[in-house]
């Protein structure tokens, strides 16, 4: 599998995903500045996380008017499957390639600490190396978590089996104290219409190294290996 | 000429900044004070000379970056030279 890591000025994590998708993949993955407009073909395209442009205005909205978020919707439209984590879940939002929103967390604090989140199938090539149905324990870093749709692209997210995770507690309950930012129906993480764009607000790339508190987030980039070789 | 444009929250959708600011507010002894929503206030010069022109490029700047339909209206003043003197 060959992929690419677009990085914006703020980024923060892309360096994290870099040596997550290394150590899945066997080999480096492409580091992209955002000021190009274009790169090689690659399986996979990553939107790290981080602070983009300072989330000046709203997080994520500088970035998608960056000149390489172009190629990047263009390659998602083609069905090139993309990941967006944390900050790249909130771009990915803010340039229409997901739905809804990130909001300020409910509790109005940067969260940061190991939450729980349930596998809602592992029917996609971002879960299938998951059991649908599995906890798996993954850290979150951020202030802007809160997912936010309105009822009728909530109901359509989950009638067509997008919701990707959901916030639960170790035992997969779904207590409201185990939601760390108020997100609406617990959502975590979501997927486009074709399953192809995954975007969510937790570190799967910061949860690979058991030296680094646990190895959880593996699976989704070795899930990926395996789907895209 | 200048625009003033207000992003605010759409109702329905959670405010906690909103919310926390109300509860300070009553802290404050402001008891009667009732539901609060915080929002931005943005003043940009144009660079038009014909109002209807400012509103129209003020609008499209609204939906492309300035506010995010998903979660926020906006509201849009044009202020005439003749206006501010």
């Known amino acids: 599998m060959k992929a690419a890591v677009i990085v914006f000025p703020g980024s923060n994590r892309d360096r994290d995903m870099l040596m997550a998708l290394e150590r899945a993949a066997g080999k480096p993955a492409l580091a992209v500045w955002h000021g190009e407009t274009d790169f090689e073909p690659v399986d996979l395209i990553v939107v790290p996380g981080g602070f983009s442009y300072g989330d000046y205005l709203r997080a994520g909205a500088m970035a998608v008017h960056s000149p390489i978020m172009r190629e990047v919707a263009k390659r998602a439209g083609a069905g090139v499957p993309v990941l967006g984590v944390c900050n790249g879940f909130q771009i990915l939002t803010e340039a ?50 809160n997912y936010f749709a309105d009822d009728e ?69 070795d899930g990926l290996v395996a789907a895209l070789h | ?61 609204c939906k492309k970056l300035l506010a995010n339909p998903v979660i926020e209206n906006y509201s849009i003043q044009i202020e005439t030279r003749e206006a501010e003197e």
Do not use: W
């Open chain 1, 153 to 221: 692209t909530l109901d359509r997210l989950e009638g067509e089996g997008r919701v990707a995770f959901r916030y639960c507690t170790q035992e997969g309950d779904f207590d409201e104290a185990a939601n760390p930012n108020g997100s609406i129906r617990h959502i975590a993480g979501i997927y486009n219409e074709t399953k192809t764009v995954l975007g969510l607000m937790p570190h799967p790339e910061n949860a690979t190294d058991p030296q680094l508190g646990g190895t959880d987030g593996a699976a989704l980039f």
């Open chain 2, 1 to 61: 000429m200048k625009a003033r444009v207000h992003v605010t929250l759409k109702t329905g959708v959670l405010d906690p900044q909103g919310k926390a600011v109300q509860h300070a507010l009553h802290a404050l002894g402001f008891g009667s004070v009732g539901e609060v929503r915080q929002g931005k206030f943005i003043e940009l010069e144009t660079g038009e000379s014909d109002p209807a022109k400012a509103r129209t490029a003020v609008e499209e700047m």
């Open chain 1, 96 to 145: 229409g390639l997901l739905p809804g929103a990130l909001l300020r967390n409910a509790c109005l604090k940067f969260v940061c600490r190991d939450i729980h989140m349930k596998v809602e199938t592992a029917q996609s090539l971002f879960t299938a190396g998951y059991e649908s149905g599995q906890v798996v324990r993954v850290p979150v870093a951020h202030h802007d978590g």
